[in-house]
């Protein structure tokens, strides 16, 4: 008689924790030091974001050593479900062995020993939209972007309810990724949009007066003096803050 064991379910609970270990968690890893640092510190800093710099380097580091030990858990924690699914399987096949023997020796015709057979973790069934990006678009069609995507995300959700709920009440509640969270991670881009500028936030007189000493010496004090070495050029850091 074979082991009852959820060969299924183990097999995809592992298989779970190792692409969370091998895929997601080294990927943020990745992205937190490419785009969340301050370092190297650069010109157009700026006193202010400068004094945040310890800040920031200590939040980082932080974070990427509970990334870090994160991932050495999942990957613990999948190698040892590995071992105790093989060990299983081995168990499963000795038990059967003997009982073949048992059964032969008063003349019984034993059924060959069948592996149990173990699914394959299919890919996350949802992750980030074709809207979830890093720039900053125009406010006009950002505004448009958000009612497209609050009215997928609406006429989604019904269908998500009703398919938790069957899940929920059905004997089969196999194991799932429902979120591809590698899939969060954008790169951070510069703002399209001019209203984005650092200068529309001085209003409208002085930034009017600043686009034009802009035209004609090609410098805009407000962004490219102030802003720069005072209170940081906030748009070229916004890709590592």
Same mark, same amino acid.
């Given at each position: 008689?074979p082991?009852?064991?959820?060969?299924?379910d183990?097999s995809l609970?592992?298989?779970?924790?190792?692409?969370?270990?091998t895929?997601?968690?080294?990927?943020?890893?990745?992205?937190?030091?490419?785009?969340?640092?301050?370092?190297?510190v650069?010109?157009?800093? #700026?006193?202010?974001?400068?004094?945040? %710099?310890?800040? @920031?380097?200590?939040?980082?580091?932080?974070?990427? !050593?509970?990334?870090? +030990?994160?991932?050495?858990?999942?990957?613990?924690?999948?190698?040892?479900?590995?071992q105790t699914?093989?060990?299983y399987?081995?168990?499963d096949?000795r038990?059967?062995?003997?009982?073949?023997?048992?059964?032969?020796?008063?003349?019984?015709?034993?059924l060959?020993?069948?592996?149990?057979a173990?699914?394959?973790?299919e890919?996350?069934?949802?992750?980030a939209?074709?809207f979830?990006r890093?720039?900053?678009?125009?406010?006009?069609?950002?505004i448009a972007e958000?009612?497209i995507?609050a009215?997928?995300?609406?006429?989604?959700?019904a269908?998500?309810? #009703?398919?938790r709920?069957?899940?929920? %009440?059905?004997? @089969?509640?196999?194991i799932?990724?429902?979120?591809? !969270?590698?899939?969060? +991670?954008?790169?951070?881009?510069?703002?399209k949009a001019?209203?984005s500028?650092?200068r529309?936030?001085?209003?409208?007189?002085?930034?009017?007066?600043?686009w034009?000493?802009?035209?004609?010496?090609?410098?805009?004090?407000?962004?490219?003096?102030?802003?720069?070495?005072?209170?940081?050029?906030?748009?070229d850091?916004?890709?590592?803050?």
């Open positions: 008689m082991l009852s064991v959820e060969y299924a183990l609970a592992q298989q779970l924790l190792e692409r969370q270990g895929d997601h968690l080294p990927e943020m890893r990745r992205f937190l030091a490419q785009w969340c640092s301050m370092l190297p650069i010109e157009g800093t #700026g006193l202010i974001l400068s004094a945040f %710099l310890q800040y @920031n380097v200590a939040a980082n580091t932080a974070g990427y !050593a509970a990334l870090l +030990l994160l991932q050495e858990v999942h990957e613990g924690a999948a190698n040892h479900m590995k699914l093989n060990a399987i081995d168990a096949q038990i059967h062995n003997a009982l073949s023997m048992a059964s032969q020796m008063v003349g019984g015709s034993p060959p020993y069948h592996a149990p173990l699914p394959t973790l890919t996350a069934k949802y992750g939209s074709s979830y890093g720039e900053d678009e125009s406010i006009g069609q950002s958000g009612m995507e009215g997928l995300y609406t006429g989604q959700l269908w998500r309810l #009703g398919e709920s069957a899940k929920a %009440l059905s004997g @089969n509640r196999s799932s990724e429902s979120q591809d !969270a590698s899939s969060y +991670l954008k790169e951070p881009e510069k703002p001019e209203m500028d650092i529309w936030s001085a209003g409208m007189i002085l930034s009017s007066v600043d034009l000493i802009e035209q004609v010496t090609g410098t805009s004090f407000i962004n490219d003096v102030i802003a720069k070495y005072v209170g940081g050029d906030w748009r850091r916004k890709s590592v803050v």
